[in-house]
């Protein structure tokens, strides 16, 4: 459990960055110059995220159970991640209504990817990961919405929308289809 919370404090912390201090973010972007700064950024991403990885992945061996999902609890989670990776897909999509609307919707897709998660895995390792980055992801979305208007440029077409609901479901079907079995070892369908 030790990796997993160690990975999770090193990615969600330089993933709050703008949450702490958005002005000691732009200081430090100005201070190394951006290619240094994007360069750090992902380094110190990338060796969180390999540590949530493997730490989840041996946390989830000798978990307990905090409580049991509700009878459903699956087939919600079913429900809910396709439209997770819709929202994430309408992140880096030509804009459309969605990603006008929602403002921020790589973080509110990760806030619905973990939410869903919670309410199907009641472990404890489930619970560290998911519940760590619901919690992030729904104090990122507020307080980005309150540092500024997230407003796309651009007009919103129709075009925008439906690449990121094919490019959404598309994703979630390879996930469901088999994905998820192979990178985490578990079928969303058990």
């Not at 750090?40 to 946390?59: E, F, N, P």
């Not at 440029?153 to 925008?160: C, E, L, T």
Request: proline letters at 4%.
């Amino acid at each position: 459990m030790t990796t997993l919370i160690i990975g999770l404090f090193i990615f969600l912390g330089i993933h709050s960055v703008r949450i702490v201090s958005d002005n000691g973010y732009r200081a430090a972007v100005r201070r190394l110059g951006e290619k240094r700064f994007k360069g750090g950024y992902s380094l110190l991403s990338l060796i969180g995220l390999v540590l949530v990885v493997y730490g989840y992945g041996w946390a989830r061996a000798g978990q307990g159970v905090l409580y049991e999902p509700f009878a459903g609890a699956g087939h919600l989670a079913l429900v809910l991640v396709p439209i997770a990776f819709i929202l994430v897909a309408a992140a880096y999509a030509p804009v459309g209504h969605i990603k006008t609307t929602v403002r921020h919707p790589m973080v509110l897709g990760v806030a619905v990817w973990a939410f869903a998660h919670l309410l199907a895995n009641g472990g404890t390792a489930d619970v560290v990961l998911f519940g760590g980055f619901f919690v992030w992801a729904v104090i990122d979305y507020l307080n980005s919405l309150g540092r500024h208007a997230l407003v796309p440029a651009g007009r919103p077409r129709v075009k925008g929308d439906v690449v990121a609901v094919v490019a959404g479901l598309v994703v979630s079907a390879i996930f469901i289809g088999g994905l998820h079995r192979w990178l985490v070892g578990v079928s969303p369908f058990t």
